[in-house]
């Protein structure tokens, strides 16, 4: 667990195939985050919300493992791959989820 005022809120700003229960995280993804995998749980846990939903920073500070690194950790390696870039909304900083342009487009439902 980390301590939410480490955590800013996320903003998800992809969005992806949907069929019923399920969300699809497009392979190039998976491929790009395959060597940090406790990441492509955040980034599925982060896809699963809706396009514009606000995930909070205490609700990520609840996410993760034991065995897992730090959430916070997961956050910066996001932050570095381009997933995720950091904005300031009405004097609030937050991160906005996107889609790193090097990977080319998202598939479509």
Same mark, same amino acid.
């Given at each position: 667990m980390t301590d939410s005022s480490e955590l800013l809120d996320i903003v998800c700003d992809v969005d992806v195939p949907r069929d019923g229960e399920n969300t699809h995280v497009p392979q190039i993804w998976l491929k790009d985050l395959y060597p940090e995998y &406790?990441? +492509?749980?955040?980034? @599925?846990?982060? $896809?699963?919300?809706?396009?514009?939903? #606000?995930?909070?920073?205490?609700?990520?500070?609840?996410?993760?493992?034991?065995?897992? &690194?730090? +959430?916070?950790?997961? @956050?910066?390696? $996001?932050?570095?791959?381009?997933?995720? #870039?950091?904005?300031?909304v009405g004097g609030v900083e937050r991160l906005r989820l996107v889609h790193p342009a090097r990977l080319g487009p998202l598939p479509t439902a």
């Open positions: &406790p990441t +492509v749980g955040l980034v @599925v846990f982060l $896809l699963s919300h809706d396009l514009g939903e #606000v995930i909070p920073g205490s609700v990520l500070a609840e996410r993760g493992h034991p065995n897992d &690194p730090p +959430v916070a950790e997961m @956050v910066r390696e $996001l932050k570095l791959g381009g997933y995720l #870039v950091p904005e300031t």
